[in-house]
């Protein structure tokens, strides 16, 4: 993605503008906006995320998932 000449060299005086400390900033910005936009299009499937798969087996039979028999009937 480009942007317009004029634009980069208005943002370009900004930051020079900026104490040396907040020019790093800036750069650590870049970079944390680089990092996100990468992580985004992973997440959206053009590259496969690789997660660990555990199995611990089959549910056992008759196993309740209501909150009464999780935690109990005491009206919390």
Same mark, same amino acid.
């Given at each position: 993605?480009?942007? !317009?000449?004029?634009?980069?060299? %208005?943002?370009? =005086?900004?930051?020079?503008?900026? !104490? %040396?400390?907040?020019?790093?900033?800036? =750069? /650590?910005?870049? @970079?944390?906006?680089? =990092?996100?936009?990468?992580?985004?299009?992973?997440?959206? +499937?053009?590259?496969?995320?690789?997660?660990?798969? /555990? @199995?611990?087996?089959?549910? !056992? =039979? +008759?196993?309740?998932?209501?909150?009464? /028999?999780?935690?109990? /009937? @005491? +009206?919390?």
């Amino acid at each position: 993605m480009s942007i !317009p000449a004029q634009s980069a060299q %208005t943002l370009m =005086e900004k930051i020079q503008s900026l !104490p %040396t400390e907040r020019i790093a900033e800036v =750069e /650590d910005f870049v @970079d944390f906006l680089r =990092e996100r936009t990468t992580a985004r299009k992973r997440a959206t +499937g053009k590259e496969p995320l690789d997660f660990p798969v /555990d @199995d611990s087996g089959p549910w !056992p =039979e +008759g196993l309740s998932l209501r909150r009464g /028999d999780l935690y109990g /009937d @005491d +009206g919390r």
